[in-house]
């Protein structure tokens, strides 16, 4: 088990130490940082000044050196726009993109868990049909689309919700709605699936043969059974959802790491940019380990075969 | 009937075929048939429509807000007197492009990495892997933001941005496939036979991902769109002139109260676009008979 955690833990800095590269070679390798910061209207001592005040000067190798043992310890530099230190500028976006994708995960599951089991009870029933083709139907919309539709619906035609901004319960309506509907049938279909592999198990077979109704074992037995795979599922989905967190966040104004990225690209904020890029990159490193860490926990099966 | 009435057979050879080819066509899969349509439709459209409707960028003023319906403007206006559907439709051309250069681009990669790192194993296997951790790890979206601030988007740039990222899934659908085919015993006869490894490569390994690679194709043809649409609506993908239907729904954006037609037209295309492509892939996986979960992200 020590040796398992070790070797996750292990993977999970090289993971880091690459996103750090990346974000360096984003800055420094595609483009010259001094033209992307200063823009390109700049006499040729101003350019020389501001190349030598920044270090750009250096040899790349050391620019690389200094940038990698600086982030280490949590410095990513000076904001451009504000000079406020840019991995806190971060940090304040980033509970408001977890509020979103937790409550999108949270959403989504709240529907599509019962519609799984429901579609496991009474296989190929007409809800059934109906509750699955209708929530794939949803699959393939974009979300940020699906945000300004809600929009369209409960703002301007219905005045219900506030269309912009981060104030209260309400304002969080539309975005987790425009982010969960999408995922939905991934849920079902993959909790489906799980379920009817379970349920094709020796133990259910012997459940059934003590008597059990085929709803008591779904819901004492099969769906804790398949936990397992869901929640290394949700935990390995996680950067493709802020994928359309950061699109829906733009539409509502909303101030997380959607919103802080694309404005931080508009006035060419290369540090908060690094910033945002490691610290996502790290926070789901992290939510993954304690993901991974829950299943050895639930399922005794995953401890005994990472000895 | 009268034909063989008189004992004269004759086969109505042209009718055969078409009943014959009918027959075949029942037998695909009916979520095949219907993307293959659908995307066929878009290919024509985004082909023609662009020829006839003339160009999109041509602003009038007087046209602006138009609604549906109107003489001149189809599909409404937006507010430049911008035709909406010719925007639409040169839109769908630009998402096409994009698509077929990304799915291209991005399988050659994949396959040959794919293949380096199933043969050889070792280092090359290693570091294929720890990409792969890497790109779960950090939303393409961020990289694809991150370097829109570094370099200018355009349509090429943009294929080779999204191909940066998009060629893993392929890599590692590839390297898992060859893993197990080069156990083969076909494989290891090729092998004893004296065949080369550049043989072995591409006349057995190659060869037996094919169909697997087809299907994962067709599969991230839908979220090649989603991200050009995404990153346009964002202002970060191709810029005007350059039409693409996520500019046009952010343009709609500023009208949200007045012209709901800016943003709900070119979004319906964008999503029934989306939803025929994994149609299409859906089906062409089912007819392969190919396990959902081998292609899983």
């Keep these: 088990m020590g040796g398992y955690i070790g070797r996750r833990i292990a993977q999970g800095l090289i993971v880091i130490v690459a996103a750090i590269t990346i974000s360096f070679a984003l800055a420094n390798v595609l483009g010259n940082p001094v033209d992307v910061v200063a823009g390109y209207n700049l006499s040729p001592q101003q350019r020389a000044q501001l190349v030598h005040a920044y270090g750009y000067d250096k040899p790349i190798a050391e620019r690389y050196v200094t940038y990698v043992s600086k982030?280490?310890?949590?410095?990513?530099?000076?904001?451009?726009?504000?000079?406020?230190?840019?991995?806190?500028?971060?940090?304040?976006?980033?509970?408001?993109?977890?509020?979103?994708?937790?409550?999108?995960?949270?959403?989504?599951?709240?529907?599509?868990?019962?519609?799984?089991?429901?579609?496991?009870?009474?296989?190929?029933?007409?809800?059934?049909?109906?509750?699955?083709?209708?929530?794939?139907?949803?699959?393939?919309?974009?979300?940020?689309?699906?945000?300004?539709?809600?929009?369209?619906?409960?703002?301007?035609?219905?005045?219900?919700?506030?269309?912009?901004?981060?104030?209260?319960?309400?304002?969080?309506?539309?975005?987790?709605?425009?982010?969960?509907?999408p995922l939905m049938s991934t849920i079902v279909r993959l909790v489906r699936s799980q379920l009817v592999d379970v349920l094709g198990m020796d133990f259910i077979t012997a459940l059934r043969a003590k008597g059990l109704t085929m709803r008591e074992i779904v819901f004492h037995h099969a769906v804790r059974n398949s936990l397992a795979p869901f929640v290394t599922f949700l935990a390995l989905q996680l950067g493709w959802l802020v994928g359309g967190t950061i699109l829906v966040e733009n539409v509502f104004s909303w101030p997380g790491i959607g919103s802080l990225m694309v404005s931080a690209t508009q006035v060419r904020d290369l540090t908060v940019i690094e910033a945002c890029v490691v610290l996502v990159a790290t926070a789901y490193v992290v939510l993954n380990l304690l993901a991974d860490l829950a299943i050895a926990a639930i399922d005794p099966r995953v401890r005994v075969a990472a000895r | 009937m009268s034909a063989h009435a008189v004992g004269v057979t004759t086969p109505p050879a042209s009718r055969s075929a078409l009943a014959r080819s009918a027959s075949r066509l029942r037998a695909l899969p009916g979520s095949l048939v219907a993307g293959g349509a659908l995307l066929a439709g878009f290919v024509l459209f985004g082909l023609l429509a662009p020829l006839v409707l003339g160009d999109p960028n041509k602003q009038d003023l007087n046209a602006a807000y138009a609604r549906p319906g109107s003489p001149h403007h189809l599909l409404g206006a937006d507010p430049l007197g911008r035709d909406v559907l010719a925007w639409v439709a040169g839109g769908v051309r630009v998402s096409l492009v994009v698509v077929v250069g990304v799915v291209a681009l991005s399988a050659l990669i994949g396959v040959v990495v794919g293949l380096v790192a199933g043969y050889a194993g070792g280092i090359v296997d290693a570091t294929l892997m720890r990409i792969v951790d890497l790109q779960l790890a950090i939303p393409p979206i961020l990289l694809f933001?991150?370097?829109?601030?570094?370099?200018?988007?355009?349509?090429?740039?943009?294929?080779?941005?999204?191909?940066?990222?998009?060629?893993?899934?392929?890599?590692?659908?590839?390297?898992?496939?060859?893993?197990?085919?080069?156990?083969?015993?076909?494989?290891?006869?090729?092998?004893?036979?004296?065949?080369?490894?550049?043989?072995?490569?591409?006349?057995?390994?190659?060869?037996?991902?094919?169909?697997?690679?087809?299907?994962?194709?067709?599969?991230?043809?839908?979220?090649?769109?989603?991200?050009?649409?995404?990153?346009?609506?964002?202002?970060?993908?191709?810029?005007?002139?350059t039409t693409s239907l996520g500019y046009l729904i952010a343009q709609g954006r500023e009208a949200l109260g007045v012209a709901w037609w800016i943003i709900v037209i070119p979004g319906a295309v964008l999503a029934l676009f989306v939803m025929s492509a994994n149609l299409f892939g859906d089906g062409l996986r089912d007819y392969f008979g190919v396990d959902a979960e081998l292609l899983e992200p």
């Design chain 1, 71 to 181: 982030v280490s310890h949590g410095d990513f530099g000076q904001s451009l726009r504000n000079d406020d230190p840019a991995a806190q500028v971060v940090l304040h976006a980033l509970p408001y993109t977890a509020v979103l994708v937790l409550g999108a995960i949270l959403t989504a599951c709240a529907v599509a868990i019962p519609v799984a089991i429901h579609s496991v009870l009474r296989r190929e029933s007409r809800l059934d049909r109906v509750l699955r083709r209708g929530l794939a139907l949803v699959q393939g919309v974009p979300e940020f689309w699906l945000a300004l539709l809600l929009v369209l619906l409960f703002s301007v035609t219905l005045h219900w919700l506030p269309s912009i901004g981060a104030s209260g319960v309400q304002s969080l309506i539309m975005p987790v709605l425009a982010l969960s509907l």
């Design chain 2, 145 to 241: 933001i991150a370097a829109s601030a570094v370099i200018s988007t355009t349509v090429l740039s943009l294929i080779l941005l999204i191909s940066a990222v998009m060629w893993v899934p392929y890599a590692r659908l590839v390297r898992t496939q060859i893993q197990i085919e080069r156990e083969r015993s076909s494989v290891i006869a090729a092998r004893l036979a004296g065949a080369t490894r550049r043989r072995v490569l591409f006349a057995h390994l190659l060869p037996a991902t094919s169909t697997l690679v087809l299907v994962l194709a067709s599969l991230q043809a839908g979220f090649v769109v989603l991200w050009e649409a995404g990153l346009s609506f964002l202002g970060l993908g191709v810029q005007p002139p």
